[in-house]
């Protein structure tokens, strides 16, 4: 269901009923969506179905509101009016718009990008493994972008602004990246920021972006004087404190939605507790200096989206069943799109701690109505990538952990070195180790999380996951059968078969290290590890 909220009444209503993806132009006047594959409109005028030659994917309108661009096939099409035109297709396989298979490894969810006018289109053209990025004018006319894609050949993120297109490029090994900014008329890159790491770049979300006085804004990290965190930089200048994990940057706020200057920034972050998320507003000018305020306090995982005076906010927490929308118009509260509805007092709720001298995030839940000096089997719930974060203070983050629980299971979760959300040095430490380190901040955990929890069985102990944690939970039953007794391993990873991007973002190019992919390899592993090519998966205590 598409539902429309007008801010300045805060007055919501229904839209459509089947919905499988929207978009709005800037004023939020024009909202497009496509629904079993046919594209509709609505505007002052009314709503629509637009005409296509087929089914339809990725439909946004121009910032303007005045064309609809979209994917049809492996073309990209722009509707206007009556006409529904081709702008960019070719035969014998090559798709145009779409976002490429390695996309999603740089925090890419697309292909094409409208300009902030509406009149030309960057979109990318995949032709086997061969990425490239092209500027589409409407009238016809295109130019190629250029950079050094042999010593780059990732294309991470791509954003275009009234200050015009920034695109990031990497080089396979990741450790070094290109912020570029693209001249629309000739294609042309020049360098606006280098990214570099020993062990591989992880840029912020919503970075690079322009700033209201001409600055690029991109997120790096300080790792130096004692200090270990995410940060915003703009053109070389800190802009938010060491103290924050910066996570994402939401966009730009307007002079009245929070108290703040035109064209100050709302960001996501975390402060000192990686469990919790929180909302932040942070002065992009050189005035006054740094100048950073927090806008949320709840306890929770805070999130935002925002556009001129208005924001939308949600928050998750472990009070509540779902997530709280609320809309602000000129900084007042216009709207809550969701009624809130408290966690019965009967549900499971995690205990979380942190625990060893690194002080890993967990979460232990028990069955319900335990009763304690009940001995109790223990079910270790492993994360499905390196960097999933399972220890949150969200109701909804424990549904699976719950389902265990109810079935008479006591349920850890871990946090281990490599996930997000702590500090960058806890998450690249595992570069090139991932194995060692996982296996043992698992182990250690347990064992100190069962001298807290004296309940917990020790000597059955199960392990559970799937993917990356399908794969860590065979090593652990293989290398740590004193601590993990038995696994359940659910599609495990292989290092040597997974996408080059991931793969070698931890473990290297595997033609230069294959002493490294043979350490992290599952052999000889135990008849205690059953291994499950898909869900479900049926364990009992």
């Known amino acids: 269901m598409l539902d429309v909220c007008e801010p300045a009444s805060g007055r919501v209503h229904t839209v459509a009923e089947a919905v499988d993806d929207f978009a709005f132009d800037r004023t939020g006047t024009v909202v497009v969506w496509t629904s079993g594959g046919r594209l509709h409109r609505r505007d002052a005028d009314g709503t629509s179905v637009v005409s296509t030659p087929g089914p339809v994917a990725a439909a ?16 990209l099409r722009v509707a206007a009016g009556t006409s529904d035109e081709l702008l960019a297709g070719e035969p014998d396989g090559v798709r145009w718009g779409e976002a490429d298979p390695h996309a999603c490894y740089f925090e890419r969810r697309t292909g094409w990008w409208w300009a902030p006018d509406g009149e030309s289109i960057l979109a990318t053209r995949r032709s086997g493994e061969q990425i490239s990025l092209h500027l589409l004018d409407l009238d016809g006319g295109w130019v190629d972008v250029h950079w050094d894609r042999e010593i ?14 920034l695109i990031t490029a990497l080089r396979r090994s990741q450790g070094h990246g290109l912020v570029l900014a693209v001249d629309r008329r000739t294609g042309e890159t020049q360098v606006h920021a280098e990214l570099a790491d020993p062990r591989w770049v992880n840029p912020v979300a919503g970075t690079p972006r322009h700033l209201a006085d001409g600055r690029v804004l991109v997120g790096g990290e300080i790792s130096h004087d004692g200090y270990d965190a995410r940060c915003l930089f703009a053109d070389g200048t800190l802009l938010t404190p060491p103290n924050l994990y910066v996570r994402r940057v939401v966009g730009r706020l307007g002079p009245g939605s929070a108290g703040g200057e035109l064209g100050d920034l709302l960001i996501e972050a975390s402060e000192g507790e990686p469990a919790e998320q929180h909302l932040f507003r942070v002065r992009s000018s050189t005035s006054g200096g740094m100048v ?43 709207a809550e799109l969701t009624p809130r509805r408290p966690v019965p007092a009967t549900t499971i709720r995690p205990a979380l701690d942190r625990v060893t001298d690194r002080r890993l995030p967990t979460a232990v839940l028990y069955p319900p109505g335990h009763v304690f ?28 952990a719950r389902h265990w629980a109810e079935a008479g299971f ?6 281990g070195r490599g996930t997000v959300g702590v500090s960058p040095s806890f998450e690249k430490v595992t570069h090139r180790r991932v194995a060692d380190l996982a296996v043992a901040d698992h182990a250690e955990a347990l064992r100190i999380i069962a001298d807290k929890h004296s309940d917990l069985d020790l000597t059955r102990v199960t392990a559970y996951g799937r993917g990356f944690g399908g794969w860590l939970a065979a090593l652990l039953a293989a290398r740590r059968p004193d601590t993990v007794r038995a696994a359940v391993a659910v599609e495990p990873w292989d290092w040597a078969l997974l996408p080059a991007p991931l793969a070698e973002r ?21 008849p205690t590890v059953i291994i499950q090519e898909t869900e479900p998966v049926e364990i009992r205590s």
């Open 506 to 526: 931890y473990l290297g190019p595997p033609e230069l290290d294959s002493e490294i992919y043979a350490r992290h390899a599952l052999d000889d592993l135990p």
């Open 373 to 400: 000096g009940r001995r109790l089997p223990v079910l270790l719930c492993l994360p499905d990538t390196p960097t999933q974060q399972q220890v949150r203070n969200d109701h909804q983050a424990y549904a699976a």
């Open 60 to 75: 946004r309108p121009d910032p303007t509101g005045r064309r609809i661009a979209y994917l049809h096939e492996g073309t």
């Open 152 to 165: 780059y050949p990732y294309l991470g993120t791509v954003r275009w602004s009234d200050g015009g297109p």
């Open 292 to 334: 950073v305020h927090r806008l949320t306090s709840v306890p929770g995982w805070h999130s935002a989206a925002c556009g001129g005076d208005t924001v939308v906010t949600g928050l998750r927490s472990l009070d509540d069943e779902d997530v709280q929308l609320t809309v602000w118009f000129a900084g007042n509260q216009v």
């Open 410 to 415: 006591a349920v850890v979760m871990v946090d």
